[in-house]
């Protein structure tokens, strides 16, 4: 089994539609857990943190559950600009400075498109 | 502002030439890294940096090598190319080790790599 696997895709969605993109993990002590954007050709970066409290910014909302293992991210009122890949990063081990690295796997993403 | 520099952003290698991929990044980060995304896959961790003088081990090491001699720069080695190597590269960098749910990775912008 991967370590993080995402939904398959693509999604294409008309403006201002809901779409969520589930992802599970398989390391149950995996401590952190993020979602990253990375737009055709172009670097990931950071979309947001995913706390076990669930958080909100703006349109986009993640939330975990620990006891199934998987995270989601849900974007509501799409935009044409949310058009990317969104890639779910979890954190497998926490280990000290200088010894073993937190080490972070990366899904495969989901490719989103929003049309007009 | 320039964050992480990757260089070059484009090159190809016949079988069994070597190269060097060089990053740079000007935020003082401890942690530096090297992954490659291939179609289908998602980045996946070469190499990386817990500080300046140190290098360790990822997940798909083989083939490559790597040095951190400065701390701004992470340089990354293919000392006899071959095709399986096509890939993207990305170098990446954080403050600390991202085992932290606070912590985020800054990406270059790629290297596209060809072997023939």
């Known amino acids: 089994r991967k370590e993080v696997e995402q939904d398959p895709g693509p999604f294409n969605v008309p403006e201002g539609a809901t779409v969520a993109f589930n992802c599970t993990y398989s390391n149950s002590a995996s401590q952190s857990f993020f979602w990253y954007r990375q737009d055709c050709r172009k670097e990931p970066k950071l979309l947001m943190s995913v706390y076990s409290s669930g958080n909100e910014d703006g349109r986009f909302t993640a939330q975990l559950n620990r006891a199934s293992q998987y995270i989601s991210l849900l974007i509501r009122d799409s935009k044409l600009s949310d058009s990317a890949t969104y890639l779910c990063v979890v954190n497998m081990y926490g280990g000290a400075r200088g010894s073993t690295l937190g080490r972070l796997y990366f899904g495969r993403g989901t490719q989103l498109t929003v049309w007009p | 502002n320039a964050g992480v520099t990757q260089t070059p952003k484009f090159r190809v290698l016949k079988t069994g030439q070597s190269m060097t991929l060089l990053c740079a990044q000007d935020m003082n980060h401890e942690y530096m890294y090297w992954y490659r995304q291939d179609p289908g896959m998602g980045l996946r961790l070469i190499h990386y940096s817990v500080g300046e003088g140190t290098t360790a081990k990822g997940e798909v090491p083989d083939g490559y090598n790597v040095s951190r001699l400065k701390k701004q720069n992470f340089l990354l080695g293919l000392e006899s190319a071959a095709p399986s190597q096509t890939s993207v590269y990305f170098c990446?960098?954080?403050?600390?080790?991202?085992?932290?749910?606070?912590?985020?990775?800054?990406f270059g912008s790629g290297t596209q790599l060809s072997v023939l």
């Open positions: 990446a960098s954080s403050i600390d080790r991202p085992s932290t749910q606070s912590e985020k990775l800054f």
